[in-house]
């Protein structure tokens, strides 16, 4: 086998987080009285993405993040409602959403016969840890990697330095971090010297600054490429 450890990113790569999103937060606006349409939850959306990025660049925090999110939206959309009260019920409506992206958990069976599957996750540790406990992915995995446990996010160097001190046997050379996001999964991936592979089903063009060893837009694709 050329890789027996498989880091894998959760959303977009294992887990469907644009429809755990789309659901957790119909389920929380409702319990708050707030009817919403499409266009307001791609307004949440990109408001979230974007304080997501904050995040990796270290323009914010976690806690702020958590309710700055829904004040905004508020702002943008005249709502009325307590944000902090509104992202404490949408944290627990997202914690039972484990939607599962196409063949993850088909890939997922077959590979975990030859190699330890490890997911490495930014976010929030009770809302990451309910989604995948569950998931049918659970049981097939070696561990869990949350940012908010390890007090850093992808794709800092210290989240990665924690990763492999706490995997036995963690082997550099026969490890593979798999994700879909450049700027965290493939970036810290790289820079903690460890072979990448880009989960790329939009089929975006690859930056020419980044090393990236294999691209796939099928996680069916990783069979050949461990062995």
Avoid at 119 to 133: S, V
Avoid at 172 to 181: A, H, M, P, T
Avoid at 196 to 204: D, I, R, T
């Amino acid at each position: 086998m050329r890789y027996d450890t498989l880091l894998f990113d959760a959303d977009g790569t294992l887990l469907d987080f644009k429809l755990a999103e789309r659901e957790a937060f119909i389920g929380a606006m409702s319990c708050h009285g707030v009817s919403v349409d499409d266009s307001i939850i791609a307004t949440y959306s990109q408001i979230n993405d974007r304080l997501w990025k904050m995040l990796e660049r270290k323009e914010t925090t976690r806690a702020e993040l958590r309710v700055r999110r829904f004040a905004e939206l508020a702002d943008t959309c005249g709502f009325e409602y307590d944000a902090t009260t509104v992202a404490d019920t949408y944290a627990e409506e997202l914690a039972q959403q484990s939607q599962l992206l196409g063949n993850a958990l088909e890939v997922c069976t077959r590979l975990c016969r030859d190699c330890r599957l490890y997911l490495i996750t930014n976010g929030f540790k009770k809302i990451q840890e309910g989604r995948f406990k569950h998931s049918p992915l659970y049981p097939l995995f070696s561990g869990v990697f949350i940012s908010e446990d390890i007090g850093c996010d992808k794709p800092a160097l210290q989240y990665f330095d924690v990763v492999r001190a706490s995997i036995p046997d963690f082997c550099v050379q026969r490890s593979l971090v798999i994700g879909d996001s450049l700027t965290s999964d493939i970036r810290g991936g790289i820079n903690a010297g460890i072979d990448v592979c880009w989960f790329n089903p939009m089929h975006k063009i690859a930056p020419d600054d980044m090393n990236i060893n294999y691209m796939i837009d099928n996680l069916a694709e990783l069979y050949d490429i461990i062995k």
